[in-house]
C-alpha cells in the first residue's frame, strides 16, 4: 500500500498536513517498503477548501498520511477520499513508522488497516 509522509527531509515526520511543501511516498508491504516518489503540495490555491482538496488530490492513490498535524475539516476530507491521517504530534522519523507499519502488517492488522490495503483494489477485507 502507498503511505505519504508529510516531511521537510523525507526522514522525519515534521510538517502539518496543511502547511507540507511535499509528500513523500512510500510503498510499504509486510516484507518489503521503499520509497517511492515526492509529491508536491499544491499551495497556490487561496481558498482553504480548494487548498485541501488539491493536496487530498495529490495523495489520492495514497491509503495512508502520516503528519504531525491536520485540522479536522482536512481530515475529514481525507478520509472521505479513503485516505487514513494520522497524526504523530511530535517529529518521527520516517523509518520508525514504516518498521511499525510492517510489523503489524505481519500480523493481524486492524479493520481500518486491512481496509487502507485494499483501497486501490476491487476486493473487500470483508471478502477475507
Known sequence: MKVAFTSSTGDIIDEHFGQTSSFHVWEIGPEEAHFVTSVGAITTCEDEEDRIA???NAIA???IVYTMQIGG???????????HPMKTNVEVPVAEI?????EV????P???L?????????ASFLDE
Open 98 to 102: 514504516v518498521g511499525k507499519l510492517q
Open 61 to 63: 492513490d495514497c491509503s
Open 73 to 83: 475539516p482536512a481530515a475529514a476530507k481525507l478520509v472521505a477520499r479513503k485516505i
Open 54 to 56: 488539491a493536496r487530498a
Open 105 to 108: 502488517l505481519r500480523g493481524t
Open 114 to 122: 486491512r481496509k487502507a490495503m485494499n483501497k486501490n483494489t476491487s
Open 110 to 112: 486492524p479493520p481500518w
